[in-house]
């Protein structure tokens, strides 16, 4: 969200040109020199790509359900000697960012 109008901010219609090319004038007003030319290498947004959703691929119909996440967890090499676990299940974050960093911990974020 854009912060002072409330509204969505489009990356393709303020960092992208008609012809769909990235508008390096614009990135340039925003992001640092160094950066650039890996957006460079970045395909372009298209504008019928559609809105982000969120998905679970665990679940047939995409949606989080928690028997398919215990489902999921059951067929896991689980190593409970580990102490990574419990340094993670441990941190005063919330649960969702501790959710995130045990998955990126199994090397599972796709």
């Known amino acids: 969200m854009a ?5 969505p901010c489009v990356v393709s219609c303020h960092m992208v040109t008609v012809d769909g090319a990235w508008d390096i004038e614009s990135l340039s007003n ?3 020199h ?5 957006i460079m290498n ?4 298209e504008t019928f790509d559609g809105l982000d959703v969120c998905t679970w691929r665990w ?3 995409s949606t989080f359900a928690t028997n398919s996440a215990y489902q ?3 067929d896991r090499n689980w190593d409970d000697e580990n102490k ?11 649960q969702r960012i501790r959710f995130f960093l045990w998955l990126a911990l199994l090397m599972a974020c796709s």
């Open 59 to 61: 679940n047939p119909t």
């Open 30 to 32: 925003l992001l640092s």
């Open 84 to 94: 990574n676990w419990d340094f993670i299940w441990k941190l005063q974050i919330p």
């Open 3 to 7: 912060a002072t109008t409330g509204m």
């Open 34 to 38: 160094v950066a650039i030319p890996h």
């Open 72 to 74: 999921w967890l059951l």
């Open 42 to 45: 970045i395909k372009p947004p």
